[in-house]
């Protein structure tokens, strides 16, 4: 019989509302870090970059959850790649847009080569100089692009590989994790501009959490549950864990691994599990659409203001009231429809 004791509900069609909101928790947390890094600071979120990791970890587990039922039916890889980026698109547009407008602010190249720029990052051609950021404008936007070829890879391939085969390739891509963190020196890779030489280096960082969210997700779907922590200490685990990495007795590269590989998967899961009170399911449902433009705004308003007005406290706090601001008027303006976070068809109590 399936231990439902603290976990989630398992009525067909449920959304899973505390994952949007780690989704937002994740994208506040990766917005502390890049304004650390701007404004030159020593706070608690100075690894912040591994909750990329986790958004990949959530994307695998809401397709294996909601979406490769669809898949199955018959759509290509191809047509639903197509529209995960249709998806995005705003995301990728506003971002850009944003980032355009500080790079004609500042007279940073002629007219035609902002616009060639700008076209190539809309159609999420990566930078392939070797020099820079993986996209000409927008840093963060790397993440959507490996997002929609782990979506092509997963609607390809990973939708007919047995659920009892997994684990196998879970344990195939942590040992790539392993080895190229650990030859990178931190779980940093994919932020840079590839060359060909290089260009698969962020593929292990990709396909570990995305493969092992598919395998989390799919036992989901399956019934699994277990005892859930206290809701309010499963919300508060993601801040508390990542502020705690940079104090372990490990290396960079030792301490993000433990961190990709052990915390994140047992953390997203004991949020799946938590059940958290009917009122602040709403909130966390907003929080997670809230978290899209933040995330793709959030990095050129912090960097166009300490460009403007330096790198004080006072102005490091106006830098992050501007990225919240940004980001609430595009959520406003625009609807991004991000995917809910459904679990569909869980089989009854055995």
């Not at 050129?300 to 706090?317: D, F, H, M, P, Q």
């Not at 625009?334 to 009854?348: D, H, L, M, N």
């Given at each position: 019989m399936n231990d439902t004791t603290g976990a989630a509900a398992a009525k067909p069609h449920a959304r899973l509302s505390q994952l949007d909101g780690l989704r937002g928790l994740a994208a506040l947390v990766i917005m502390m870090y890049h304004a650390e890094i701007v404004y030159r600071?020593?706070?608690p979120f100075l690894r912040g970059y591994l909750y990329v990791d986790l958004f990949f970890l959530l994307s695998g587990f809401v397709l294996a959850v909601s979406t490769e039922k669809k898949l199955s039916s018959g759509i290509g890889a191809v047509e639903f790649t197509w529209s995960r980026y249709k998806r995005l698109f705003p995301l990728v547009a506003v971002g850009v847009g944003v980032a355009l407008a500080r790079?004609?602010?500042?007279?940073?190249?002629?007219?035609?080569?902002?616009?060639?720029?700008?076209?190539?990052?809309?159609?999420?051609v990566p930078s392939l100089i070797g020099t820079g950021p993986f996209y000409r404008y927008n840093g963060p936007q790397w993440t959507l692009f490996w997002e929609l070829a782990a979506n092509f890879m997963h609607a390809l391939l990973l939708r007919r590989v047995p659920t009892?085969?997994?684990?196998?390739?879970?344990?195939?891509?942590?040992?790539?994790?392993?080895?190229t963190v650990l030859g990178h020196g931190s779980d940093t890779l994919g932020v840079n501009a590839l060359t060909r030489t290089?260009?698969?280096?962020?593929i292990p960082?990709?396909?570990f959490p995305y493969i092992l969210g598919v395998w989390i997700g799919r036992q989901y779907k399956d019934g699994a549950r277990t005892p859930g922590l206290p809701w309010p200490i499963a919300l508060v685990l993601?801040?508390?864990?990542?502020?705690?990495?940079?104090?372990?007795?490990?290396?960079?590269?030792?301490?993000?691994?433990?961190?990709v590989i052990v915390f994140l998967p047992a953390m997203m899961w004991m949020v799946a599990m938590c059940r958290p009170p009917a009122w602040l399911m709403g909130p966390m449902e907003w929080l997670g659409n809230y978290s899209l433009p933040l995330y793709c705004v959030h990095l050129?308003?912090?960097?166009?203001?300490?460009?403007?007005?330096?790198?004080?406290?006072?102005?490091?706090?106006l830098a992050i009231a501007a990225s919240l601001a940004v980001a609430y008027i595009f959520s406003r303006l625009?609807?991004?429809?991000?995917?809910?976070?459904?679990?569909?068809?869980?089989?009854?109590a055995s």
């Open positions: 600071g020593h706070g790079t004609v602010a500042i007279g940073m190249a002629p007219p035609v080569t902002l616009l060639v720029w700008a076209a190539l990052d809309l159609a999420m009892k085969a997994l684990p196998a390739l879970v344990l195939l891509s942590a040992a790539l994790l392993v080895w290089d260009w698969w280096t962020p960082r990709v396909a993601p801040i508390v864990g990542i502020m705690t990495v940079p104090s372990l007795p490990f290396s960079d590269a030792v301490g993000d691994l433990l961190f050129t308003i912090l960097v166009w203001i300490a460009e403007l007005l330096g790198r004080s406290t006072k102005i490091w706090a625009i609807s991004f429809k991000a995917k809910p976070t459904v679990a569909k068809g869980a089989p009854s």
